[in-house]
């Protein structure tokens, strides 16, 4: 009875929302990393390994996405919008602000932009493979922990560690450590990048771009903002 419900609630949250720019009709259900060709006008692909795949969304009012499975989840939001997903198997609403973070258990989702203009937003999804091992004493010597006055603490439970870096230029961060995660650049800037994964013989020069994401796994590193604009990225630290 209970699986029946669930999926009665499903249809009638699908039912409440047009298709939009997706492709799918109202009995597809796919993976979160085959979104992108089931939504290809909506979603786009930032990144993709073993552990995590992270993809954008530009939903257009009223537009819906196909019904899609995946894990633990963060979504980040990169305009103000409202947005309708499932909640324990029951539909909800959610209103965001532009730089609000949330976070949702596995399962199966359907989303819809309920607000007037375009919702973007971002998704963090973790997958089942086993993440490569840290110590406890790594969570401690975060950027988070280390530097404060620069990193803010935007979430933190048992699953994962979202923080916000601003570093203005000419700023420098000292070593630090990091577990497994997923860097998400918010805007243009520029750095001299340290690290053990180079044992510290060498300082590498990047130049992110908006939206850039990518890969670490743990290791020791510092930085310094050699750019003329602010450096502003998000970091996913996963714990498991």
Not at 6 to 22: D, E, H, M, P, R
Not at 52 to 70: C, H, M, N, Q
Not at 104 to 112: L, P, S
Not at 144 to 171: F, M, Y
Request: glycine residues 4%.
């Amino acid at each position: 009875m209970r699986n029946i419900l669930s999926a009665l609630v499903v249809l009638v949250f699908i039912f409440n929302f047009n298709c939009g720019n997706t492709r799918d009709d109202a009995s597809s259900e796919v993976a979160f990393e085959n979104i992108i060709e089931a939504a290809p006008l909506a979603a786009k692909l930032l990144f993709n390994n073993n552990y995590v795949t992270v993809i954008e969304f530009d939903l257009k009012s009223g537009a819906r996405l196909p019904t899609f499975t995946l894990g633990d989840f963060t979504l980040y939001s990169l305009s103000d919008c409202e947005i309708g997903y499932l909640d324990d198997s029951r539909a909800a609403t959610k209103e965001f602000q532009s730089g609000d973070i949330f976070w949702h258990r596995a399962g199966r989702q359907v989303m819809g932009n309920k607000g007037t203009e375009n919702a973007r937003f971002f998704i963090v999804a973790r997958k089942t493979t086993v993440l490569p091992e840290y110590v406890l004493e790594d969570l401690d010597r975060d950027v988070s922990q280390t530097a404060p006055k620069v990193a803010e603490l935007l979430l933190d439970n048992d699953n994962i560690r979202v923080i916000e870096v601003n570093l203005r230029p000419g700023e420098e961060i000292k070593t630090h450590r990091g577990i497994a995660r997923i860097v998400y650049s918010l805007n243009l800037y520029t750095i001299n990048y340290t690290s053990d994964e180079y044992n510290f013989d060498s300082t590498v020069k990047k130049i992110f771009e908006p939206g850039y994401t990518h890969w670490h796994e743990s290791a020791s590193h510092s930085l310094v903002n050699i750019g003329e604009t602010p450096l502003r990225e998000l970091i996913f630290e996963f714990k498991k």
